[in-house]
């Protein structure tokens, strides 16, 4: 059974955040199931699994500089 990690960094995203989060791991679960299950037998989107790990802006840097202390 795949399972997909995704990192989520909440503060980027307008809107609602349930909402963005249903339609990416929908997509998510297509791709693979196209990609990955699919040569198998049963409902191959039924046989993946996504998980989210919500990390804020204050909690992820690049090149030394937090998120939260970048300029839009």
Request: proline fraction near 4%; charge should be negative.
């Amino acid at each position: 059974m795949p399972l997909a990690h995704i990192h989520f960094m909440y503060d980027l995203v307008d809107g609602d955040l349930q909402e963005a989060k249903r339609r990416l791991a929908d997509e998510v679960a297509d791709s693979i199931a196209r990609n990955v299950v699919h040569h198998h037998q049963g409902s191959p989107k039924d046989l993946v699994t996504v998980v989210f790990h919500d990390i804020g802006a204050d909690d992820w840097a690049a090149g030394g500089t937090l998120f939260s202390d970048r300029n839009p």
